[in-house]
């Protein structure tokens, strides 16, 4: 007989270090990625400089990679300079396998 381990998912959390800094923990999957969350990703828009620190992102997913490209857009868009520090290797495979490799090495 198999033991199946219940799927835990580790709540999305983003915290402000500064009004240009941020740290995000937690997971970036579909399972996390709501709509109460992604309210709380406008932060992009606060500033001109903005450094998202994501050395404790657990699990990454395509909804992860997607709000990590909207973030890239939005940043674009609004003439705000976005550098992601850390990026886990995890979201690096993701974006290489779904060809959007060279838009995590621009940052």
Not at 2 to 30: C, M, N, V
Not at 31 to 45: G, Q, V
């Amino acid at each position: 007989m198999r033991a199946y381990r219940k799927s835990t998912h580790h709540k999305l959390e983003i915290s402000e270090i500064s009004p240009e800094h941020f740290i995000i923990k937690g997971d970036l999957t579909f399972a996390t990625l709501d709509k109460k969350a992604l309210e709380h990703c406008k932060f992009i828009d606060s500033a001109k400089n903005i450094s998202i620190d994501l050395q404790y992102l657990g699990k990454t997913d395509s909804a992860g990679l997607a709000l990590v490209l909207e973030w890239l857009k939005t940043s674009k868009i609004n003439g705000t300079k976005l550098h992601l520090e850390n990026i886990p290797h995890q979201l690096q495979s993701l974006a290489k396998l779904s060809g959007f490799e060279q838009y995590l090495q621009l940052l």
